[in-house]
């Protein structure tokens, strides 16, 4: 019995319960639909982290307070009063490596321009900033060194403030209010997008100084972006970096720093790796339903089996031999397995895509992932399929003949 005649035949039994069919081969369907519905938001998550990454650059380094551990007097959590302006200053002129910094402060505050007002995030960055975090403006320019320096009020507006206080009108030049502040705008960023439910661009620059002095009122800084010369050297600037802040802050030989100094291309492999371990969890839980669906074709096949006896004993007393029976319905569990597949690959590129337009969430369908969904499913009806096939074919015929 060749394969495609073994093929028809399988086709025309399972036409036989169309509906049986089907129900059995939903477990399949549902399955690989999840499989490749799942790994598609492990893979769009990916994607995303490589995205900011690389926007970001991979040659900065964040400067932060308190040491790494949470045991220390100087924890992970705690105060930021260690970091001053003057560290920032230092790291520049002291490390070859370095080639831009940038100190920082942040807060949060209602933004009021004319009758509008916005409840924005407000950040104190310095002038190079823009060049560190690879971030265009999109109108206007961004304040100088000598206007960070002399603690002036003026501002850079995110796309999304500009957006909602302004609404498409000429913003430069115009004043808004920050906890009653005026401030002119010198310019508007270019759009970032999302990053999960929150937006990068619902967010104001303002000289750091300015911030210090006037928003926060406080003379130390929360953070030091650096800018590294290049990919290769973020190491060496991370070591030059850490040898600098520790002689500054009178740091004993084997004593534990006050501060951390995060290179970004560790967070972004550390967060590549986090990313990989969610896209295989996901597909792990989804294969579950696989497993369930073979587990339904193999209920089925055995009541197959034993409503179609007398025909096994009928193919059997005109010449079919074991091999032919166990092929038969081998074929009819790895058809049914297929066809499950093949719906269930349409099924997961469709709820892939819904839930990208439905949700922030970004997901990419691999065809590496969709082949592997098919395979799995296949195998699922060999595995599952065999030990039914195999106890068709041993049957005895001259009892199969008698079964009523």
Same mark, same amino acid.
């Given at each position: 019995?060749?394969?495609?005649?073994?093929?028809?035949?399988?086709?025309?039994?399972?036409?036989?319960?169309?509906?049986?069919?089907?129900?059995?081969?939903?477990?399949?369907?549902? @399955?690989?639909?999840?499989?490749?519905?799942?790994?598609?938001?492990?893979?769009?998550?990916?994607?995303?982290?490589?995205?900011?990454?690389?926007?970001?650059?991979?040659?900065?380094?964040?400067?932060?307070?308190?040491?790494?551990?949470?045991? @220390?007097?100087?924890?992970?959590?705690?105060?930021?009063?260690?970091?001053?302006?003057?560290?920032?200053?230092?790291?520049?002129?002291?490390?070859?490596?370095?080639?831009?910094?940038?100190?920082?402060?942040?807060?949060? &505050?209602?933004?009021?321009?004319?009758?509008?007002?916005?409840?924005?995030?407000?950040?104190?960055?310095?002038?190079?900033?823009?060049?560190?975090?690879?971030?265009?403006?999109?109108?206007?320019?961004?304040?100088?060194?000598?206007?960070?320096?002399?603690?002036?009020?003026?501002?850079?507006?995110?796309?999304?403030?500009?957006?909602?206080?302004?609404?498409?009108?000429?913003?430069?030049?115009?004043?808004?209010?920050?906890?009653?502040?005026?401030?002119?705008?010198?310019?508007?960023?270019?759009?970032?997008?999302?990053?999960?439910?929150?937006?990068?661009?619902?967010?104001?620059?303002?000289?750091?100084?300015?911030?210090?002095?006037?928003?926060?009122?406080?003379?130390?800084?929360?953070?030091?972006?650096?800018?590294?010369?290049?990919?290769?050297?973020?190491?060496?600037?991370?070591?030059?970096?850490?040898?600098?802040?520790? %002689?500054?802050?009178?740091?004993?030989?084997?004593?534990?720093?006050?501060?951390?100094?995060?290179?970004?291309?560790? %967070?972004?492999?550390?967060?590549?790796?986090?990313?990989?371990?969610?896209?295989?969890?996901? @597909?792990?839980?989804? &294969?579950?339903?696989?497993?369930?669906?073979?587990?339904?074709?193999?209920?089925?096949?055995?009541?197959?089996?034993?409503?179609?006896?007398?025909?096994?004993?009928?193919?059997?007393?005109?010449?079919?031999?074991?091999?032919?029976?166990?092929?038969?319905?081998?074929?009819?569990?790895?058809?049914?397995?297929?066809?499950?597949?093949?719906?269930?690959?349409?099924?997961?590129?469709?709820?892939?895509?819904?839930?990208?337009?439905?949700?922030?969430?970004?997901?990419?369908?691999?065809?590496? &992932?969709?082949?592997?969904?098919?395979?799995?499913?296949?195998?699922?009806?060999?595995?599952?399929?065999?030990?039914?096939?195999?106890?068709?074919?041993?049957?005895?015929?001259?009892?199969?003949?008698?079964?009523?």
């Amino acid at each position: 019995m060749n394969f495609i005649k073994t093929s028809r035949v399988a086709l025309m039994a399972l036409a036989r319960n169309k509906m049986r069919s089907f129900l059995t081969a939903l477990g399949i369907i549902i @399955g690989v639909g999840a499989v490749i519905a799942m790994v598609s938001i492990g893979q769009g998550a990916k994607a995303d982290v490589e995205k900011r990454f690389d926007e970001m650059g991979s040659n900065l380094l964040f400067v932060r307070p308190g040491s790494m551990s949470f045991r @220390g007097r100087h924890g992970g959590g705690g105060s930021y009063q260690t970091m001053k302006e003057a560290d920032a200053q230092a790291i520049l002129d002291n490390c070859d490596a370095v080639t831009y910094v940038s100190p920082n402060v942040n807060t949060r &505050s209602q933004v009021i321009y004319q009758n509008k007002n916005w409840n924005s995030s407000i950040y104190g960055v310095g002038h190079s900033y823009p060049i560190i975090r690879n971030w265009d403006i999109q109108d206007g320019q961004f304040f100088s060194e000598q206007q960070v320096k002399a603690g002036q009020k003026v501002c850079i507006l995110g796309s999304e403030v500009y957006e909602n206080l302004f609404e498409g009108a000429p913003a430069i030049g115009q004043v808004v209010r920050i906890k009653r502040i005026p401030f002119r705008v010198l310019g508007v960023m270019e759009a970032k997008g999302e990053t999960g439910f929150m937006s990068r661009d619902d967010v104001i620059f303002i000289p750091f100084k300015t911030a210090m002095m006037r928003l926060l009122g406080v003379d130390s800084i929360q953070s030091i972006d650096v800018s590294a010369a290049s990919l290769d050297s973020t190491a060496e600037a991370q070591a030059q970096i850490e040898e600098v802040l520790r %002689i500054r802050h009178k740091i004993a030989p084997g004593a534990e720093d006050d501060f951390n100094v995060r290179n970004m291309s560790d %967070i972004a492999e550390s967060a590549s790796e986090s990313t990989r371990i969610l896209t295989i969890l996901l @597909g792990g839980i989804a &294969s579950i339903y696989l497993l369930v669906g073979g587990i339904g074709i193999m209920n089925i096949m055995l009541v197959s089996v034993t409503e179609r006896i007398r025909e096994i004993g009928i193919r059997m007393s005109v010449g079919a031999k074991e091999r032919d029976i166990l092929l038969q319905f081998l074929t009819e569990a790895i058809v049914l397995s297929l066809l499950g597949g093949i719906l269930g690959i349409f099924l997961g590129i469709g709820s892939a895509q819904l839930i990208s337009r439905l949700s922030p969430m970004q997901t990419v369908v691999l065809p590496s &992932s969709i082949a592997l969904a098919f395979l799995f499913s296949g195998s699922v009806g060999v595995f599952f399929g065999f030990y039914p096939a195999r106890k068709a074919s041993k049957l005895d015929p001259i009892d199969a003949l008698r079964y009523e």
